[in-house]
């Protein structure tokens, strides 16, 4: 069992940044793949972004890649995403996931074993 808390949302301007962080805790971090999904009002949850067990790899959707950037800190046992130049279209709960494993990182909700609670973020206009 893995329990997930996310915190960092919040309200920011759009082309402001903000930083959310995911905390782990329960079994070994490292031998999960982790990854961030959000989900607007009205909308499916979606993929933002993945990261492999050591952080030598990840993958991001079209939407967020050259603004986004996710890390991990095995040592923390803590999931980051940073988020720059934000727009108002990334308003959304943010969900950090995990799945166990140490493959490639996973875009498909469907993979994930594990789900934070989600955090608000609001970009306005």
């Known amino acids: 069992q893995v329990q997930l808390v996310e915190s960092g949302g919040g309200l920011v301007q759009a082309g402001g940044s903000l930083r959310l962080s995911c905390a782990a805790s329960?079994?070994?971090?490292?031998?999960?793949?982790m990854g961030w999904f959000r989900q607007a009002p009205g909308k499916e949850r979606e993929f933002v972004a993945a990261?492999?067990?050591?952080?030598?790899?990840?993958l991001y959707a079209d939407s967020v890649k050259g603004r986004f950037t996710i890390s991990r800190d095995n040592v923390k046992k803590t999931l980051y995403l940073q988020m720059n130049s934000l727009k108002p279209e990334d308003t959304a709960v943010y969900y950090c996931?995990?799945?166990?494993?140490?493959?490639?990182?996973?875009?498909?909700?469907?993979?994930?074993?594990?789900w934070g609670q989600g955090t608000q973020v609001t970009v306005s206009s």
């Open positions: 990261i492999n067990w050591s952080g030598s790899t990840t």
């Open positions: 329960g079994r070994t971090f490292s031998n999960y793949i």
């Open positions: 996931a995990a799945k166990y494993g140490l493959g490639g990182p996973a875009a498909r909700r469907a993979e994930y074993d594990y």
